[in-house]
Nanobody, 122 residues
């Protein structure tokens, strides 16, 4: 299972750090990703990294503001979000890729966490 945490309320320009803990030992061999879904919108890709954390990809909308990382020893993936904007308001989901690579398509992901709400006030 994947458990995302760290969401909450932030002001525009502020920061939040999301964490995704996995109880699956094999997740350390898999790529991991973050997606989000805003009210009335489809789920969209945010960021992903491969099993080593050496190959990373971001959605254009978050480049330069968000940083994804992982600590395989702790079976945890992080999403540091800086300079938050009101349009970042969404439920954020972490997901485990079927393979070891970083991927931006939700079809690449086999396991999904429940999500954590991020609300940015302007």
């Amino acid at each position: 299972q994947l458990q995302a945490s760290g969401g909450g309320l932030a002001q525009a320009g502020g920061s939040l750090r999301l964490s995704c803990a996995t109880s699956r030992r094999t997740a350390s061999n898999n790529g991991m990703g973050w997606f989000r879904q805003a009210p009335g919108k489809e789920r969209e890709f945010v960021a992903a990294l491969d099993w080593k954390g050496s190959s990373i990809t971001y959605a254009d909308s978050v480049k330069g503001r968000f940083t994804i990382s992982r600590d395989n020893a702790k079976n945890t993936v992080y999403l540091q979000m800086n300079n938050l904007k009101s349009e970042d308001t969404a439920v954020f989901y972490c997901a485990q890729n079927r393979r070891s690579v970083a991927g931006s398509s939700s079809r690449d992901y086999a396991y999904w966490g429940r999500g954590t709400q991020v609300t940015v006030s302007s």
